[in-house]
């Protein structure tokens, strides 16, 4: 090739290149320092210096709109400008920050760490590195990465501050980890928040606190959390069994079983998942098997099957509740009404709003007559769930309470509220003949006395239950005296005894004079 050839051959390049061909060319024995370039290096200067020239543009055009807290163009032209010349650290660095003002966070990880791979001198780029390890949870890697920045510069404030906060994030998990173990889970989730506002972008501190959420029974907030982590994953495990345990504590057992069930999917060794959706089929399964045995009357059966369910998953407080609001129901079938009262109380432990236990338990307060606390259950459904049904449950507690402040005429007589008039007859005959003062007329006198108030009971009780109208009166509540049907001031039961002995022949006599008072009748047995 000529030299003519050779000129024209490199006109294609600089300036700078060409005056040096032509100096090597028309001077080959000259001694000058400048390098001789071979025709193939001269082949691909020129293209590297625009790209450089380019690439320098674009980080400008990013830096502008970085500037100007544009993002999203921002990270475009860095993209650009890494793309014209993908060895510079600084553009790698520069798009890191950037994706770190978009949170996302694993993105400017891979860019900060691509930025050091470059560059180990590059101090942003550790520092960068170190944030997105904070950010992502991982303290530990954090804190290598702003060690090895104050080893660069030991003086730099900012390392020196996010490693303290690497610390603090580490100790954060540590306590979250003791609670979760003891089963504090409001520590668990107080420790989360903390921990969280050092490293927002950490899906394994939203989960803890979204499980610690479901099992503190907070699960319109455990379902938010796991919710916003699937909208961005839609795969990610962990989040579907936090969904699905929300759904199994709030009594939709099918429901979460298809959500364990895909979390399985997801991860197969995923023990978590897998037990509680042996938990929740167990669970299901065996609360039917009682419900079963109820309808079909086995109450003894039912009340067995309900207490083996509660020993499934103490966890689970609403089915729980529900479990033992059953066994309360089958134990007042088979007259277990203490128990079930047990059972209603730890149902509304678990569940304060648990309407039904409410209910039951009143119930089974006015069928062991503990008449008060009956009322107040009743107040308490009316007031949340103002409905006439309600209304008439408390009414009628109501009414018993104020029945049982009286003189219970059908204790006295030891006979049931259902009691037919021979039979009301037989039991005042027995009790009064039992009660009579001159039947005690050797007793002590504090015995006589008691005797004698008695004897006046059992015939108080006896004038108005064997007296239908007055009867109904009782019955319903009334003041017998205020509505001018008795007067227990002016009653005198030695008549009513008189009255029914009398006229019997039953072999009774007595002697009362006019001055002689109830205690000194006498009558002998025939």
């Known amino acids: 090739m000529t030299a003519l050839q050779q ?30 370039l071979s025709p193939l290096k001269l082949k691909y200067s020129a293209p590297s210096a625009r790209k450089n020239s380019q690439a320098e543009g674009f980080k400008e055009q990013g830096n502008a709109f970085y500037s100007k807290k544009d993002y999203s163009e921002a990270f475009n032209y860095y993209t650009k400008a890494i793309d014209a010349c993908p060895k510079n650290a600084s553009y790698y660095g520069n798009r890191a920050a950037t994706l770190m003002m978009l949170c996302r966070f694993r993105e400017a990880l891979e860019d900060s760490q691509q930025a050091v791979r470059l560059d180990d001198c590059f101090m942003k780029g550790h520092l960068r590195e170190g944030k997105c390890h904070l950010s992502l949870g991982n303290a530990m890697a954090a804190s290598r990465c702003f060690q090895k920045v104050l080893e660069m510069e030991p003086s730099n404030r900012e390392a020196q501050q ?6 603090t994030l580490l100790e954060y998990e540590r306590m979250a980890d003791f609670g979760f173990e003891k089963r504090d889970f409001r520590k668990v989730v107080y420790c989360m928040d903390r921990a969280l506002a050092l490293a927002c972008a950490c899906h394994r501190f939203k989960i803890l606190k979204a499980e610690c959420l479901a099992l503190l029974g907070r699960y319109p907030e455990a379902q938010s959390v796991a919710s916003d982590i699937l909208r961005m994953d839609s795969t990610n495990a962990d989040a579907l069994y936090v969904r699905g345990l929300c759904l199994y504590y ?12 895909q979390a399985l999917r997801m991860a197969p060794d995923h023990e978590k998942a897998r037990l509680a ?11 039917e098997e009682g419900n079963l045995a109820f309808k079909n009357c086995n109450f003894e059966a039912a009340y067995q099957l309900y207490t083996e ?16 609001c059953n066994r309360a129901t089958a134990g007042a079938k088979l007259k277990k009404l203490n128990q079930a009262i047990d059972d209603c109380s730890s149902a509304i432990k678990l569940d304060d709003t648990y309407i039904k236990a409410y209910l039951r338990r009143a119930q089974c307060y006015m069928d062991t007559e503990q008449y008060e606390e009956a009322v107040r259950d009743y107040e308490k459904v009316y007031q949340t769930e103002k409905t006439s049904d309600h209304k008439h449950l408390l009414k009628a507690a109501q009414l018993e309470l104020k029945k049982s402040k009286r003189k219970d005429y059908y204790k006295v007589l030891g006979v049931g509220k259902n009691a037919t008039e021979d039979e009301i007859k037989k039991a005042y005959r027995k009790r009064a003949l039992m009660h009579h003062p001159d039947r005690h007329s050797a007793a002590t006198p504090e015995v006589q006395k008691e005797e004698e108030k008695k004897f006046k009971e059992v015939g108080e009780a006896f004038t108005v239950l064997s007296d239908p109208k007055k009867k109904i009166r009782y019955d319903n509540g009334h003041d017998l005296a205020d509505d001018g049907g008795f007067d227990g001031g002016d009653f005198d039961a030695n008549n009513i005894f008189r009255a029914f002995f009398g006229g019997h022949g039953g072999g009774y006599s007595f002697d009362s004079s006019a001055d002689s008072g109830p205690g000194n009748f006498f009558f002998q047995f025939g």
């Open 7 to 36: 000129v024209n051959f490199t006109a294609m390049f600089s300036t700078r290149a060409i005056r040096t061909v032509c100096t090597q060319l028309c001077c080959p024995s000259s001694r000058c320092n400048t390098p001789q």
């Open 162 to 167: 996010e490693n303290k906060n690497a610390a």
């Open 250 to 261: 709030e009594d939709c057992i099918d429901k979460a079983v298809q959500f364990f069930i």
């Open 277 to 287: 959706c042996r938990n929740a089929k167990a669970l299901k399964a065996k609360k």
């Open 309 to 324: 369910a509660l020993t499934i998953d103490p966890n689970n407080i609403k089915t729980n509740a529900k479990l033992y």
